[in-house]
């Protein structure tokens, strides 16, 4: 059975500092989607990593994927307060559903 | 709006009753899914639709649950003799069916079942 795990679950952290979060999962993928949700809001697709070494940036975030490792990061550079949200990665495996990990709560404090 | 949109918003039951929601996905979006998500916890996969067909059904989706996508148009997903155990958001999403495509997800139907 797939399992995805994320970490950090919780992450507070200071305007303008840099932090990654870390999205690991069990069998061999070679697509990886983030993301983000907001309370009370659905879910918004950030990024969508289709091979190994894909790296991709908008904005603040920037999302690589590494396949032997079993390992996509998210990286939040000068993080601003906007960001402030609930950050899932997903896999996908069989071509028909993507399995999500728990979620990351990123909190941004001025 | 050509977003995935649901209906209702939120629903409040008691338990034993049925419930049914409604999606409707963006118009040439093939697959249709439909996931739940409980409180602290990332969406888990339900079913999902390829045009009218259901392809595939989750162990979590026991028989008290059916969904239908007639005309490969709008989904319902129906929930019969509701339990607290099936308190959380329904999230239906669709997609044009490539695989490595995303998801584009509705706002969700939160039950509450008292």
């Known amino acids: 059975e797939l399992k995805v795990e994320q970490n950090p679950l919780f992450l507070s952290m200071q305007e303008g500092k840099n932090y990654t979060i870390y999205c690991n999962y069990s069998t061999t993928s070679d697509r990886l989607y983030w993301y983000r949700q907001d309370p009370g809001k659905s879910l918004e697709s950030l990024f969508v990593?289709?091979?190994?070494?894909a790296v991709k940036q908008e904005g603040r975030l920037m999302a690589s994927l590494d396949t032997k490792a079993r390992l996509s990061t998210l990286h939040i550079t000068a993080a601003v307060h906007d960001l402030s949200a609930t950050y899932f990665c997903?896999?996908?495996?069989?071509?028909?559903?993507?399995?999500f990990g728990e979620g990351t709560q990123l909190t941004v404090n001025p | 709006d050509t977003g995935v949109s649901q209906d209702p918003r939120h629903k409040i039951t008691k338990r034993g009753q049925n419930v049914t929601f409604r999606c409707d996905p963006i118009?040439?979006?093939?697959?249709l899914y439909w996931y739940r998500q409980t409180l602290g916890q990332g969406p888990e996969f339900l079913t999902y639709f390829q045009n009218e067909a259901q392809l595939e059904k989750s162990r979590l989706l026991s028989d008290r649950f059916s969904a239908e996508r007639p005309k490969g148009s709008f989904s319902t997903l129906e929930i019969q003799r509701t339990e607290q155990g099936d308190s959380a958001m329904y999230l239906c999403?669709?997609?044009?069916?490539?695989?490595?495509?995303?998801?584009?997800f509705g706002s969700g139907t939160q039950l509450s079942v008292l």
């Open positions: 990593l289709l091979s190994n070494g």
């Open positions: 118009s040439e979006h093939n697959r």
């Open positions: 997903a896999v996908d495996i069989i071509g028909s559903r993507l399995t």
């Open positions: 999403a669709s997609s044009l069916g490539e695989r490595g495509e995303k998801l584009f």
